[in-house]
């Protein structure tokens, strides 16, 4: 395992290259094999193997590199490095390993893992989706992360910006049955985008946190769509909640086509330009992803003849709608104008200004009143606007 | 054969009183100036050559020296070139020394021996210490507002020196110049420029001619009454610079003190002030390209006012604040801070009033959509980099944040008549009565200590605020902003002597543009 983890931790080391000097070898042999001078046997063997860098000069200079490398690293200290960082690396084909990984044609030879990852082998569903999402997009992939949480399902999604924080953020509760996975592109400990800091921290803790860059690798561009056939191959079913047009989420449903995985999309506003991609993939015959229950079905179906069970279907789960209904106690108890503000809120963020014309009290009054439902859980500050919250929905 | 002359020059919006001496002797006929005087200083020379001439006074063949005190200080303008002139007819005998006794010179010379304007009449009026003074004509109203010399003035050479021989009685100042201080003198560009700044826009401005915009219209009010900074964002034509201009209509007029620095200030920049009895504080809107010598003040020779000093005592409107220049911005700390500028140059460091209400307009994101839901373009970089732009502490200073939207049709179309600008002004005029009574000339200029004197909270407020701090919507410092706004708007409210918790919501909601423009793309 040190010497597997060792070997992708070399520079200009790519998944790839690693996939063509691992197959059926052990890693010590071929960390033994770069030590020795015998390093031309390694250069050989990529050549051999028909690779699509064959008589690139670079080729050589890259083995050259990575022995020198190999001569001056320990695989050991790298090892102990890992343990110290709470990172734990995986083989492929060894204990541990994401079961869903080890017969995809494209697998990583090692992943390196935060937190727990054991979740994977239930229900996976991924919620992917654009870096520039609305509010109705971000909204969406909360209320669906939080949902498909509470019903046993792994929200598995990539950490970045927008719909992957809004899904991680649904799904991450304390007491959720499923934690969620997060599949970065750089190394587990390299946050990306800085904004996420605290989000990062808190999937360490709840959830896990998986990369098949070693730790330290930047978030170079082209590891994305690598990081993307990975939430394709891990989830039964893949929702898109919003995408632009040629977004780099529709590189995940292409992973997930190639692998007869479930594509399902949210649809959208039609003015949307955060939903075009989503609204195409629809009239292309995608399914439909309208709440957790669609999702909940296409999951079904997905795990039909599998061992996997979903969790215990309680409740309302099965219905349309669920998790919508308001607890009537609190607005039952609302007074008039508390009402009328509430009416004219909106499940999207709605400027001040539109709340305080729809309702037809006073400046002064709506801003009292928005700030009494918000103190009742009613009312959220979105923006520079407000909007209903999951409580004050009906 | 020597002669001194009283004068002055102008540094920064300050007068700084010189003395001309004037020395003919035998010698080699030369013409000398010393006394570190600049290049239009020095072209006194041949300018007060040829007016002596063409006024049909002989030129001294002899050796001439002019010495400028104090010598170590630098000396700008053509202001020196009257009493250069004077100077020599007094050193050559063609002038009785007694006829100018006490009497102080300022004016440029044409070559034809005409006496023409120069800027900062005022303050170089103020500077001079002498009973009386004589003024090209065009300076005359400047100068008469300081009351203290005797003002005279002459439209020529020729005449100036018969009416000091007591040949001819002096011109009289209304004849000379008939025009109001608004013609003192026409700097070529100057007026132009002024147009820009919305000064000289035909008919005042009325808050009655906005449509809709309850928000907006309330940020005015609270931003005049509470000598609140504001700032506006929203999309391309919310109407964020047609609110902004109307904000000197409801301010309270300038009192006596604060019109003669205004005037002074203008006065140094060789802007035209103002028409006489227009007491509307000055409203400036440089556009994003200006320089920082510009803003801020300064300038190589002529420590000229910026920006920032000639909107003292009124408005500095930043349309586009996204697109000024960070540095630029910043340079905005100080004034806004301290209310002076200090500009400091190798030479010299001047100070300049600079205590003005600064409202700033921007777009949400560089497309300028992102209010309306999914219309924005921009990706999330671009939006980082754009919030970005503005430094935090230059944010910090504005009380007021708000997003303004663009008026619906039934706004647009409806005819009944918005509120006047006169009776907000009603309003604002009392709340900064109020404030006057607390010892400062705005809420906003109170001390967090004075706060909890003169604004006692309710306990619902006080529990509302336990919550915004509580939840992380407001920091530390946002709570002594928000309790400003909040005090003004309970003083603009006259059922209520305490801090309510309507007031402390709403003042939240004038500030809750911040958020969303610091916030993420999709922040919920």
Known sequence: MAYAATLAGLDSMTPQRLQRLLRGRSAEEVFADLRAPRARLVSRLMHAEGAPDQRNPRTAQIVNTWRRASVDTDPAFVWERLVASNTVAYRRGSPGYPSRLVDDRAAPEVVFVRGSIAQLDRPCVALVGTRSATHYGSGVAAELGADLSDAGVVVVSGLAAGIDAAAHEGALAPERPAPPVAVVGGGVD??????????????????????????????????????????????????????????????????????????????????????????SLIADGCGVARDAADVLAALELACAGSNYALGPRTGPCGQRGFARNSPPAVTARLSPDERAVLEALEDVATPFESVCGRSGLGLALTAVTLERLATLGLAARSGSGWERSAAGRR | MIASIPSATLLGVRGRPVLVEVHVSNGLPGFTVVGLPDAACREARDRVRAALLSSGFPWPLRRVTVNLAPSGVRKTGAGLDLPIAVGLLVATGELDAAAIAGCGFVGELGLDGTIRSVPGALPLTDALTSSAVVMPPACVPEALLVGKPVVRTARSLRELVDALSGRIAWPDLRTVSPAGPAQAHKVPGATTADQACGQGRA??????????????????????????????????????????????????????????????????????????????????????????????????????????????????????????????????????????????????????PARFLLVAAMNPCPCGERRGIGSCVCSAAQLARYSRRLSGPLLDRFDLHVAVGRPSVRELLDLVPAESSASVAQRVAKVRELAHRRGVTANAALSSASLDVHAPLTKAARELFERQLCSGVLSARGLDRVRRVALTLADLDPSKTAVDEIHVAMALELRAGRAALLGGPGQV
């Open chain 1, 190 to 279: 390299v946050v990306y985008p800085a904004s996420s800091n605290r989000l990062w921290a808190r999937l360490e803790l709840a959830g896990g946190i998986l990369s098949e860059a070693a730790p330290g690798a930047a978030p170079e561009r082209w590891r994305f769509p690598l990081r993307n056939r990975l939430i394709a191959a891990l989830a039964h079913v893949v929702v898109v909640v919003e995408s632009h047009k040629g977004g780099g989420a529709l590189h995940t449903v292409t992973a997930a086509d190639e692998r007869g995985v479930t594509v399902l999309a949210v649809p959208g506003s039609v003015r949307s330009p955060a939903s075009e991609g989503t609204n």
């Open chain 2, 203 to 352: 008919g005042p401005l009325d808050l009655a001619d906005v449509r809709g915009q309850p928000m907006g219209r309330l940020a005015i009010e609270v931003a005049a009454a509470g000598g609140h900074h504001l700032l506006l964002s929203g999309p391309p034509g919310s109407g964020k610079t047609m609110l902004a201009e109307r904000l000197p209509s409801v301010l309270p007029p300038l009192d006596e003190a604060q019109l003669l620095e205004t005037y002074r200030v203008h006065s140094a920049a060789a802007l035209p002030l103002p028409p006489a009895g227009e007491r509307r504080p000055p409203f400036r809107a440089p556009h994003h390209g200006i320089s920082a010598p510009a803003l801020v003040g300064g300038g190589s020779s002529w420590m000229r006012p910026g920006e920032v000093s000639l909107a003292t005592n009124g408005v500095l409107f930043l349309d586009e604040l996204g697109e000024f220049p960070s540095p630029l911005l910043d340079l905005l700390r100080q004034p806004l801070e301290e209310g002076v500028i200090r500009v400091a140059r190798a030479r010299a460091t001047v100070s300049f």
